[in-house]
């Protein structure tokens, strides 16, 4: 893809995305994820998402890559593997313990991805260890605190003001921590998750405009 991934524009001094860019980025994984899940009698999981495996084409629209390890279900199967595939960090509790893959196991990922994407945080970075996740860092961080975790090349942009963005900001921190749960079944589905998203992405243009 002309634009190279997701992880690039992260991690790379030379770019910088802004709220509505990232925001209209994991709009469209949602907007692929669910038409993964929920697009055929016979569900798709992706089994590995993760900021590298996120193209970029050359209007920035994000696209999903990568589909070595998927998975193709029956209605409202779920699969045990013996041997977990997939991304240290980007891997369901249940999927790291015990191999069982559902489609839940992308909405985890996608929300571990979405922290990500808005705090310029790895979930293999140093300060996450034994049970200090990149979960619960969120968690602890919420709502009060949220403008300390987020990027700051995000805080110290130009659009829109403080308190729009941390309403923004708090909105989809509350989102990934709705997908990111232990419990697979108190997880958001990816029709749901791309319906909050692209509410969070109108009240946020609608306020900083």
């Given at each position: 893809m002309p634009n190279g991934n997701l992880s690039k524009w992260l991690y790379s001094c030379d770019y910088c995305l802004?709220?509505?860019?990232?925001?209209?980025?994991?709009?469209?994984?949602?907007?692929?994820?669910?038409?993964?899940?929920?697009?055929?009698?016979?569900?798709?999981?992706?089994?590995?998402?993760k900021p590298s495996n996120i193209?970029?084409?050359?209007?920035?629209?994000?696209?999903?890559?990568?589909?070595?390890?998927?998975?193709?279900?029956?209605e409202d199967q779920i699969i045990s593997?013996?041997?977990?595939?997939?991304?240290?960090?980007?891997?369901?509790?249940?999927?790291g313990s015990t191999g069982t893959i559902s489609t839940m196991?992308?909405?985890?990922?996608?929300?571990?991805?979405?922290?990500?994407?808005?705090?310029?945080?790895k979930p293999t970075d140093n300060i996450f260890v034994e049970d200090f996740t990149m979960r619960r860092w969120v968690f602890n961080s919420f709502p009060d605190a949220i403008m300390h975790i987020v990027d700051v090349d995000v805080v110290n942009g130009v659009e829109g003001n403080i308190r729009t963005?941390?309403?923004?900001?708090t909105s989809i921190m509350?989102?990934?921590l709705?997908?990111?749960?232990?419990?697979?079944?108190?997880?958001?589905?990816m029709k749901d998750v791309l319906i909050r998203l692209k509410k969070i992405k109108i009240e946020f243009c609608q306020c900083a405009n």
């Open positions: 802004n709220i509505t860019q990232r925001l209209e980025i994991m709009i469209n994984v949602a907007s692929a994820l669910e038409y993964l899940h929920h697009g055929y009698t016979s569900p798709i999981v992706h089994c590995d998402l193209l970029l084409d050359e209007d920035m629209v994000a696209h999903v890559g990568d589909f070595d390890i998927a998975k193709l279900f029956k593997l013996s041997k977990t595939l997939g991304t240290i960090g980007y891997i369901a509790p249940e999927y196991v992308d909405v985890y990922s996608y929300g571990i991805m979405l922290i990500e994407t808005f705090t310029k945080k963005k941390e309403s923004c900001f509350e989102l990934a709705e997908c990111t749960t232990d419990l697979p079944k108190e997880r958001l589905n």
